[in-house]
């Protein structure tokens, strides 16, 4: 072994896990991991419960499971709450949006009914779309940050919990680039006591997470705890974050291909892609603040996937169209289309197709999972600011500053294992091989 392994805290007694915006991920997360806990289904698509990490050489035959191999919370000591603008229980609010079949809710009916959304700090400003009356009020944004504060306490202790983990499913908040107020901490607090139009509800529950001691993960893709004053609260708090935008079904797509196109060295002229989908995401998403935030994000992978800047005769030109519709007979059951014109050898053209007919809810929940465990493990190693080695699930990951994110979701999952191998004091797999030759 190359070097010693981490101290982690052992993960003891319960994890709370609170998600602002309990809708159609949220109760589907929850619902699915009652229903695992159970034994009536399986956690497709979570790493920490499904998959194996390579230790040491090929011939040496060591793969454990990943969650035999790094110490994580049982799902049988996951608690669950959160906020929502509605006043639906968990089981009504997963029954609205109607991801899952009413068989598989009636399974879990007793467990989701048992899960009320707290009163949610709520800025119409910034979700245009939507409105519900579950809403806090107070004489500005400190005082809804301190709600919050209290919501969380008040959580941990009602359920006896060790140690909790914030994650974000809301809704995506219309663009803004951070300003003034965002640059450092007391500027922020400054801005919250005066109720600044800058501060975006999710960046009050970050600030109120980071502040009583919990790990932040942001699933949207809005400005949030990626500005300095939470960053650095992040840091002086000893707390690990991560974000943002949950990578589920069109940009997941991207970054499988594109990775490959580029391996190959194959041109791309033009990459089209649209949406159709009616969930509650894609009516907020109609609105055209609430799209930007996102086309951003979905229009960053390409480019740092394919660097232009290096391949300028294969990628400089690239025509790169992301669009969103609102269809609402699709329901959660997203269609993601994308065309693509490339070009091989002598400058030949081809077209690749795909259309893939996902279920966003479905790709979503077993990353939420994955994350607040994931969270949970790197905050009891001691390890704290921006956890890069989370980028695998995310559309727009978080880096240090003037660093560029990596979005080839196979050299992400190399990162997150290696990371894993490190903490453990595994030896690092390089995939040199040379020892089987020597």
């Not at 502040?211 to 004053?229: C, M, Q, R, W, Y």
């Not at 939420?368 to 695998?392: K, N, P, T, Y």
């Amino acid at each position: 072994m190359s070097h010693s392994a981490a101290k982690i805290a052992p993960a003891k007694g319960k994890l709370g896990i609170l998600i602002p915006g309990m809708g159609a991920v949220a109760t589907t997360f929850m619902a699915g991991v009652e229903m695992v806990r159970k034994g009536q289904s399986n956690p497709v698509g979570s790493l920490t419960q499904l998959a194996t990490i390579r230790l040491g050489k090929r011939t040496d035959g060591r793969s454990p499971m990943i969650k035999d191999f790094v110490p994580l919370a049982g799902l049988k000591d996951l608690v669950f709450g959160g906020w929502d603008i509605y006043e639906d229980n968990a089981y009504q609010a997963a029954t609205n949006a109607s991801v899952l079949k009413s068989e598989d809710l009636g399974k879990v009916k007793k467990f989701l009914g048992g899960i009320q959304p707290m009163k949610a700090v709520f800025d119409q400003n910034y979700v245009k779309r939507i409105n519900g009356p579950n809403v806090k009020t107070g004489a500005n944004k400190m005082e809804l940050a301190e709600q919050l504060m209290a919501d969380i306490a008040g959580f941990k202790k009602k359920n006896n919990c060790d140690r909790l983990v914030m994650i974000w499913c809301g809704s995506t908040e219309t663009f803004k680039k951070p300003g003034a107020v965002h640059a450092n901490l007391a500027a922020f607090e400054k801005a919250l006591h005066k109720n600044s139009a800058e501060i975006a509800p999710s960046q009050v529950y970050a600030y109120a997470a980071l502040k009583s001691g919990v790990p932040f993960a942001n699933g949207a893709p809005n400005l949030t705890h990626d500005i300095p004053a939470l960053l650095d609260m992040a840091r002086d708090h000893n707390l690990p974050v991560c974000g943002k935008d949950f990578k589920t079904g069109q940009t997941f797509m991207k970054t499988l291909l594109a990775p490959g196109l580029k391996s190959r060295m194959l041109g791309v002229s033009g990459w089209f892609s649209t949406n159709i989908l009616g969930n509650r995401d894609g009516e907020v998403l109609d609105d055209p603040g609430s799209f930007k935030t996102k086309e951003e994000t979905k229009l960053s992978v390409l480019d740092s996937i394919l660097q232009p800047e290096l391949y300028p005769d294969l990628y400089k030109d690239l025509f790169h169209a992301v669009r969103i519709n609102y269809y609402p007979p699709r329901g959660d059951e997203k269609e993601g289309w994308d065309n693509i014109d490339i070009f091989g050898w002598l400058g030949y053209p081809m077209q690749i197709k795909i259309d893939f007919l996902c279920r966003d809810s479905i790709l979503a929940a077993p990353i939420v999972l994955d994350l607040v465990l994931f969270l949970d493990l790197a905050h009891r190693a001691g390890m704290r600011g921006i956890q890069e080695w989370l980028s695998f699930y995310f559309k727009a990951p978080m880096t240090a500053p003037g660093l560029y994110p990596e979005h080839d979701i196979f050299i992400q999952l190399m990162k997150l294992k290696n990371r894993l191998r490190h903490l453990m004091g595994e030896d690092l797999i390089t995939h040199l091989g040379l020892e089987y030759y020597d």
